[in-house]
């Protein structure tokens, strides 16, 4: 597709997970900067009709069924004569390929691009199909890479370094930034006390560097409550209670650390990490565990020596773990599996 008057098309279902793959995508598919980017909400619909219209897919009229995700009078103003799709989220699978099929009869030269797994859509309806699943490796149309894209993915990393660091005011310091999640019905973090703990372990232990913590929307106000008691009146430690109403710039956070600490359940948070080439450690407490799927995704990335576990009752010497993994230039890696669509 030629890059003449391109324009970006990204779709949104709204939801967080899938809206920072497809910025990552589309950071990929616009390293030049040199296209225009749009971006269009789609509405959630029924069950019911996604089953009719994919039963239908190949038949149905594409401005009819966009109907039922969009208002069809917002594609007026797409004037581009050509148009590359990007969407993330099985929300986006039956608008992005109808969203092809409509542009197409209007003459434009149109791709598509969908990051995630097909529902029994076929490959054909896409040019590009995004796939962390390895059994996709060298299968066109998928495009294969353990990690995925996300809006941390910049071609700007050591600008944006500088400015989060400015940003927090700690150009001078270290930084470790600890992002705590939730448990799920099939693997647990550690308790309150075991994070607090190992966090007054590290702030004794390395008190030239800030601490900055985040929660999630996932962590209990429990969790929250303990940390509030423990460090509210560290000045070398930071909180961002975000059950508790507050917030922080997660972007700059990830950015300015030297060093990231994450729970290990909340996988999007470590793609972003290490996208951001950063150094990242997984706690395992006493108290952890992982079910089969969260163990094969860390090991694999831990074999790679892209982050590693530590285990906190075992620990001995922070910094040779910490010395022995290997940032990745995942933004390279990502560019070069995108640079044919």
Same mark, same amino acid.
């Given at each position: ?279 990242? %450690? @997984?706690? =395992? ?6 079910? !089969?799927?969260?163990? /094969?995704? #860390?090991?694999? *990335? ?15 010497? %922070? @910094?040779? =773990? ?6 990745? !230039?995942?933004?390279? /890696?990502? #560019?070069?599996? *995108?640079?044919?669509?």
């Amino acid at each position: 597709m030629e890059n003449s008057h391109l324009m970006i098309l990204a779709l949104t279902d709204g939801k967080a997970g899938h809206e920072t793959q497809t910025k990552g995508v589309v950071t990929l598919l616009n390293n030049g900067n040199q296209y225009e980017v749009q971006w269009l909400k789609i509405y959630k619909v029924s069950k019911l009709t996604k089953h009719i219209l994919k039963a239908f897919l190949a038949i149905v009229s594409p401005k009819w069924a966009l109907g039922f995700y969009l208002d069809t009078v917002q594609l007026q103003a797409f004037q581009s004569d050509n148009i590359l799709l990007v969407s993330a989220g099985g929300e986006t699978l039956l608008p992005n390929a109808l969203l092809k099929k409509y542009f197409q009869q209007q003459g434009k030269a149109t791709k598509n691009v969908i990051a995630t797994s097909l529902r029994g859509i076929p490959a054909c309806y896409f040019d590009a199909v995004f796939t962390i699943d390895d059994k996709y490796k060298n299968q066109k149309p998928f495009i294969y890479y353990p990690i995925a894209p996300n809006k941390q993915l910049t071609f700007q990393l050591e600008h944006r370094v500088q400015q989060a660091k400015q940003n927090l005011d700690c150009m001078e310091q270290k930084v470790l930034i600890i992002l705590i999640g939730a448990d799920t019905k099939t693997s647990k973090i550690g308790t309150s006390y075991e994070w607090i703990e190992w966090i007054k372990y590290l702030a004794r232990n390395y008190p030239n560097w800030k601490i900055l913590i985040s929660t999630s929307r996932r962590t209990p106000e429990d969790f929250e409550k303990d940390l509030q008691q423990a460090f509210t009146r560290n000045p070398q430690i930071a909180l961002t209670l975000v059950n508790h109403g507050q917030q922080c710039d997660i972007a700059d956070y990830i950015y300015a650390a030297d060093l990231i600490i994450c729970s290990p359940e909340s996988t999007s948070m470590i793609s972003e990490a290490l996208v951001s080439e950063k150094k990242v %450690l @997984i706690p =395992v407490f006493k108290s952890s565990v992982f079910d !089969k799927e969260l163990e /094969n995704y #860390l090991a694999k *990335f831990e074999q790679e020596r892209w982050l590693s576990k530590v285990y906190i009752d075992k620990m001995a010497d %922070l @910094i040779g =773990v910490v010395e022995k993994i290997t940032p990745q !230039k995942h933004r390279m /890696n990502l #560019l070069d599996q *995108f640079k044919n669509i």
